[in-house]
């Protein structure tokens, strides 16, 4: 697969764009990212007039023995945690349009580069998502996930394209799988949400300050301003919040904080725990 994408000018405007953006909320708001994030974005410095390359990318990597390759926007669960197991790090070849700048239904590759990228620096950060990946990558995936990953990509990539009728038959269909995955969610789907909670959208919250360490929600430069203003409901994420919904083509309304990056294992454990004994009651039957 070739290594340079055809982006246009407007992409490359829309990519300037958001690093102007982004460089506003790393001096105006540094408290706001965690230090794992923050000590690397300078590692992006060099791309500030252009989207780079796989080649680029792979160079920025090859110091962590990591690669970059290209998936399609809204990768599923099981892809992702496949790529990261093997030290590849998944880039969204497309770029959000124009009029999303500030928040992108799907991820792209302003999200994979600004988000994911700069932790990736820090040994810390691989040995978690490493923890993570062992645990993902190894699940069966049922007809469940399938219909999951399908209807929410569906939803994300057709947002204002859409009759109203349409729209509001998709979303009720999504409504009531996500009624159905809260009570009975497939190994995948719960390692799914551990992987959106403290990968995309986690927060750690001390006594002091809040701090961003999730993708999705450090490239939402609209949630993030929400966000410094608090402006925001928070709820300490374990083995029950962890459950709660999430619309990924839309921004947050309640986000999981942790008090610290350790509560992560202790949660780690409680899933495969909960996973152990569903399997012995033979509670996963979807395909």
């Known amino acids: 697969m070739s290594s340079n994408y055809p982006y246009s000018e407007t992409d490359q405007e829309s990519w300037r764009r958001f690093f102007v953006a982004m460089e506003s909320m790393w001096t105006g708001h540094a408290d706001l990212f965690h230090p794992w994030y923050l000590n690397n974005v300078s590692r992006l410095l060099p791309f500030r007039e252009r989207i780079p390359n796989l080649d680029e990318l792979n160079l920025v990597l090859a110091p962590i023995a990591w690669k970059a390759q290209y998936v399609d926007g809204l990768a599923p669960a099981w892809q992702i945690a496949e790529l990261l197991n093997r030290q590849i790090m998944p880039v969204a070849r497309t770029i959000r349009p124009a009029d999303q700048v500030f928040f992108a239904n799907e991820p792209d590759i302003i999200h994979d580069i600004f988000g994911h990228l700069p932790c990736l620096f820090e040994a810390d950060y691989r040995q978690l998502l490493k923890a993570w990946t062992v645990e993902a990558s190894h699940q069966t995936i049922t007809d469940l996930d399938r219909v999951n990953y399908h209807l929410n990509r569906h939803i994300a990539r057709s947002q204002g394209h859409l009759s109203p009728e349409t729209a509001s038959s998709l979303e009720a269909a999504a409504r009531a799988l996500e009624n159905f995955t809260e009570q009975s969610p497939s190994p995948t789907m719960l390692w799914e949400k551990v992987y959106f909670w403290i990968f995309e959208f986690g927060l750690v919250k001390t006594r002091e300050k ?34 709660a919904s999430y619309h990924i083509s839309s921004e947050q309304d309640l986000y999981h904080t942790m008090p610290s990056l350790r509560e992560c294992e202790d949660l780690f454990q409680s899933v495969k725990l909960r996973l152990s004994h569903s399997l012995k009651l033979g509670e996963f039957a979807h395909g």
Do not use: C
């Not at 999730?214 to 928070?234: D, F, K, M, P, Y």
């Open 210 to 243: 809040v701090q961003v360490l999730g993708a999705g929600l450090i490239t939402s430069i609209r949630e993030l301003e929400r966000l410094a203003r608090g402006n925001v409901r928070l709820k300490e994420l374990d083995r029950d919040t962890l459950l």
